[in-house]
């Protein structure tokens, strides 16, 4: 092994790592960056979703406005994480992509159904198209479909994006009160249906193919936040650490 082969090697392990760095996005401090969200953003953090959140490839975030998700801070802990979980789409849609949304229903999956703890199509949402507007609504028989996209909040094509919805979105959750927004007292929870693994399959509605965008969306920049988690910290640390060693030993050369 040639005397340049260890440096050269670090230092291109470096560089990986600090691409890896750049791809990684942080919910809270994207949504930091907008006032009118932070409510929604104190909720994801204390209820651990946002750190999943982080942990995924691609990734919608589904937000709603302070004045909207007052009603919601107020259920138990356990049904505001089941709930946010499912304003979290497992899959990239921007607003170029919701304009090309049809008229037949989309389904989508959330955060919700991949906990396992899903039933009777909670875990899902349906978009559709009702003439200039796009609604989202639980795929769960019987709930309603009044949550209006309002706008794109900020995108980081093609890992996560973040659109803004009119309210959030009703659905009956088992083994604890559901949440309807705007509704006093909560209604009873709907009757559970057969348990469902978190692979069950979606309802039977047919998909229709969406074009891709012809260019990534525009992003909105924003401003790193100092509440910086101690992950990004760690990784941070672990990065100078790596860079440093491999400069010392090119001195060695």
């Known amino acids: 092994m040639s005397p340049m082969s260890s440096p050269i090697v670090a230092l291109f392990l470096t560089f990986f790592l600090l691409l890896s760095a750049a791809d990684a996005f942080n919910i809270t401090k994207i949504l930091g960056s907008f006032s009118d969200y932070s409510t929604f953003n104190d909720l994801l953090t204390q209820t651990g979703v946002a750190s999943e959140i982080n942990d995924k490839k691609s990734v919608t975030v589904l937000v709603v406005s302070n004045s909207q998700i007052s009603g919601l801070s107020s259920q138990p802990k356990d049904t505001i994480k089941k709930m946010l979980s499912i304003h979290v789409v497992l899959d990239y849609y921007d607003k170029a992509k919701v304009d090309k949304v ?9 955060l919700y159904q991949q906990s396992g703890k899903a039933q009777n199509q909670q875990g899902f949402l349906t978009m559709t198209r009702v003439g200039k507007q796009v609604s989202f609504g639980s795929a769960a028989p019987g709930s309603s479909h009044d949550s209006i996209f309002v706008k794109q909040v900020t995108t980081q094509p093609y890992d996560i994006s973040v659109l803004e919805i009119s309210n959030v979105i009703n659905v009956a959750i088992t083994s604890s009160p559901s949440y309807a927004p705007n509704a006093s ?21 047919t998909r229709s193919d969406i074009p891709a965008a012809d260019a990534p969306s525009t992003t909105t ?33």
């Open 102 to 110: 049809p008229s037949k229903p989309l389904t989508l999956t959330t």
């Open 185 to 205: 007292p909560p209604r009873k929870a709907l009757a559970p249906g057969p348990n469902k693994s978190p692979l069950a399959s979606p309802p039977k509605t």
């Open 221 to 253: 920049d924003s401003d790193a936040s100092d509440n910086t988690s101690a992950a990004s910290i760690a990784s941070a640390s672990a990065i100078l650490f790596i860079f440093a060693s491999a400069c010392f030993m090119l001195t060695m050369i």
